[in-house]
Structures are given as C-alpha cells and as structure tokens.
C-alpha cells in the first residue's frame, strides 16, 4: 500500500495523477481508499478534532490484511467515517448558528459562497465550469458546453463528463440559494463538500441525491 497521502500533494488531481503514475493499475482501489481515510483524517484535526479511537484502530487492523479483503474493508471504514464526520460537522453549524434571524441569514449567504470556494479550489470537476463560465460567458450554450467537456476530459471520459455537468448544475442551485440568501437543507453542505472524493458508481449516487434535494427545496422557496 502507498504511504504517500493526499496532503502531500498541492490538489487532489495530483494526487490521483500520482496514483495513476506509480501505483499498479491492481492496487490503485486499496491506494486511493487508503488516501480517503488519510484525507478524512487530516479534515478532522482541521476542525480541531481528534479522529475517533474506533476508527484508528480499525485502520491499524485493516493494514494487516490482504488483499481483496483490505480494499473492502477500507471502503467500508471509509463509509462509517464519512457518516461521522458528515454529522459532527452538521452538528458544528448548528450550534454555531445565532437566535438572530439577520444573523443566520448572513450566516447562510457566507456559507454557501465558502463552499463554492472550495470547490473551485478542491473539485477539479467544479474547477471546469468555473473556468468555463469565466472565459466565455457569452457562449454559454449547451453545444459549447458539451464541446468545451469534450476537449477537456477527452470523449472516452463518460463518468468524468456526466460528473462535471452535475457540477455545473450544483453551482446553478447554489447560486439561487446564495442569492436568495437561504439555509441548504440539512446536512447537504457536507455532503457537497466531499462529493469529489468519492470514486465509482457511489459519486453519482451522491450527487444525484444532493441535487434532487436542492432542486426539492428550491422549487419549495419559489412556491412559498
């Protein structure tokens, strides 16, 4: 197993070229699993946490496997790990929230325009429709879109080209909350914020969940 980590690197598209590059196409699965857990980790004592004992200890466990168990069981740790941090962060927003409306109104706007930061900086799938958006505002048509994806990420690329048009989609629902000025529904800023870590058919999954929920609350904002 690499013991290189996601931190090391200055974006995750390096660190997945890094994997691509060194790691042999049959360890690539336990690599980058290994590298979420290590990414996981880092986030936690970003938000001056320790990471749980329980997962540590699984981790030490899992690294004295073979394989294809030691995969399986990353993946599996990876999913627990996720669901805790998603609700220690869910529980962190709430509690930092004011009594007072105006607050949690501004609260809500810096919120949103914080995560979009980081996913023009984090998810490199984000990062081409911003650059898109930014360089050529007056050809933003569909053909052009869908042409612009094709040179990018090359038409053999299908899941990285379905990903990176749900990313432009998300940016379009934040951007009506953002000026709306409304709270995203519960728990979603987490999960918006990992999505691009995910790997395989979960990614979609994922993504696809969050956008219905947007979509949901905000055909709910335009009716009220």
Same mark, same amino acid.
């Given at each position: 197993?690499t013991?290189?980590?996601? *931190?090391?690197?200055?974006? @995750?598209?390096?660190?997945?070229?890094?994997? /691509? =590059?060194? &790691?042999?196409?049959?360890?690539?699965?336990?690599?980058? %699993?290994?590298? =979420?857990?290590?990414?996981? =980790?880092?986030?936690?004592?970003?938000?001056?946490?320790?990471?749980?004992?329980?997962? %540590?200890?699984d981790?030490?466990? &899992?690294?004295?496997?073979?394989?294809?168990?030691?995969?399986?069981?990353?993946?599996?740790?990876?999913?627990?790990?996720? %669901?805790?941090?998603?609700?220690?962060l869910?529980d962190? /927003? #709430?509690?930092?929230? /004011?009594?007072?409306?105006?607050?949690?109104?501004r /609260?809500?706007?810096?919120?949103?325009?914080?995560?979009? *930061? @980081?996913?023009?900086?984090?998810n490199?799938?984000?990062?081409?429709?911003?650059?898109?958006?930014?360089?050529? #505002?007056?050809?933003?048509?569909?053909?052009?879109? @869908?042409?612009?994806?094709?040179?990018?990420?090359?038409?053999?690329?299908?899941?990285? &080209?379905?990903?990176? #048009?749900?990313?432009?989609?998300?940016?379009?629902?934040?951007?009506?909350? @953002?000026?709306?000025?409304?709270?995203l529904?519960?728990?979603?800023?987490?999960r918006?914020?990992?999505?691009?870590?995910? *790997?395989?058919?979960? #990614?979609?999954?994922?993504?696809?969940?969050?956008?219905?929920?947007?979509?949901?609350?905000?055909?709910?904002c335009? *009716?009220?």
């Amino acid at each position: 197993m690499t013991r290189k980590t996601p *931190s090391e690197f200055t974006s @995750h598209d390096d660190w997945l070229s890094y994997v /691509s =590059r060194e &790691i042999d196409v049959s360890d690539r699965p336990c690599a980058l %699993a290994f590298g =979420r857990v290590e990414l996981f =980790r880092s986030f936690y004592g970003m938000q001056g946490h320790e990471f749980p004992a329980p997962f %540590a200890t699984d981790f030490e466990r &899992i690294d004295d496997m073979h394989e294809p168990e030691r995969t399986a069981a990353l993946e599996t740790l990876n999913k627990s790990i996720l %669901a805790n941090l998603t609700q220690l962060l869910a529980d962190q /927003s #709430r509690s930092s929230l /004011s009594a007072s409306d105006p607050l949690a109104r501004r /609260s809500s706007r810096e919120q949103i325009q914080q995560l979009r *930061s @980081h996913l023009a900086l984090k998810n490199p799938y984000f990062a081409l429709w911003t650059v898109y958006t930014n360089g050529e #505002r007056e050809l933003l048509t569909a053909e052009d879109w @869908h042409q612009f994806l094709l040179q990018q990420l090359g038409p053999e690329c299908i899941e990285e &080209i379905e990903f990176t #048009r749900a990313m432009a989609e998300l940016d379009k629902l934040l951007t009506l909350f @953002h000026d709306e000025n409304r709270k995203l529904p519960s728990l979603s800023f987490e999960r918006i914020w990992f999505l691009h870590y995910l *790997s395989g058919p979960e #990614r979609m999954l994922q993504t696809c969940a969050v956008l219905g929920m947007l979509a949901a609350e905000s055909a709910t904002c335009t *009716s009220a």
